[in-house]
Nanobody, 118 residues
Framework: QVQLVESGGGSVQAGGSLRLSCEASGDTFCMAWFRQAPGKEREGVAIINRRGNTSYRDSVKGRFTITRDNAKSTMYLQMNSLKPEDTAMYYC???????????????WGQGTQVTVSS
């Protein structure tokens, strides 16, 4: 069992930046960030494997950067040029056998709120 703890959410104005962190209690090959806005389905934001291979949803490419520190079992999401449509609860996920947004992630964090005002 792997526990995930997110931190770093908050409220910013459009154009601002936030950095999310997700600390895992154990090592996992695949880690990802998902988000869910009120009334909308959960969507994948960014994904990274232990080798450092990454993938992003189109709407965040060029603005968000996912990284991980394997020694610390910690994943990060640097979010720049934030837009009001980025407002959502952001969740850390890990443990998928197939490291893509459609994979089944076995472990989830409690979520951290990101609010972007115009």
């Amino acid at each position: 069992q792997v526990q995930l703890v997110e931190s770093g959410g908050g409220s910013v104005q459009a154009g601002g930046s936030l950095r999310l962190s997700c600390e895992a209690s154990g090592d996992t090959f695949c880690m990802a960030w998902f988000r869910q806005a009120p009334g909308k389905e959960r969507e994948g934001v960014a994904i990274i494997n232990r080798r450092g291979n990454t993938s992003y949803r189109d709407s965040v490419k060029g603005r968000f950067t996912i990284t991980r520190d394997n020694a610390k079992s910690t994943m990060y999401l640097q979010m720049n040029s934030l837009k009001p449509e980025d407002t959502a609860m952001y969740y850390c996920a890990a443990g998928a056998k197939y490291c893509d947004f459609g994979g089944t992630f076995n472990y989830w964090g409690q979520g951290t709120q990101v609010t972007v005002s115009s």
